[in-house]
Nanobody, 124 residues
């Protein structure tokens, strides 16, 4: 099994920054792609960002482009999401995800492993 542990969520004012971290442990068996989804109660989970094993490919939702940056440290089996210029509409529970294989995906069905989620709240 694979365990994903997120950290770094919290409350921030609009325009502020947060950095989410997610450490993978257990039977990770590289290569694997990682990413972040988010969900607001009553809505479907949406992809925020994803990165391939080699870091050669990344994905960003249009709503976060130029504000969020995804990165990973393969030596630590950890993925990060640097979130700048946060807006109230970024408020959601953010989930770290992992899928076996080198390529990333934007479909939640392609990720077998999910973290427990971390709350991000942006006040106006």
């Amino acid at each position: 099994q694979v365990q994903l542990v997120e950290s770094g969520g919290g409350l921030v004012q609009a325009g502020g920054s947060l950095r989410l971290s997610c450490a993978a442990s257990g039977r990770t068996f590289s290569p694997f792609a990682m990413g972040w989804f988010r969900q607001v109660p009553g809505t479907e989970r949406e992809p925020v960002a994803a990165v391939s094993w080699s870091r050669g490919s990344t994905f960003y939702a249009d709503s976060v482009k130029d504000r969020f940056t995804i990165s990973r440290d393969n030596a630590k089996d950890t993925v990060y999401l640097q979130m700048n210029s946060l807006k109230p509409e970024d408020t959601a529970v953010y989930y770290c995800v992992l899928r076996r294989g080198a390529t990333m995906s934007v479909s939640p069905d392609r990720y077998a492993y999910w973290g427990q989620g971390t709350q991000v709240t942006v006040s106006s």
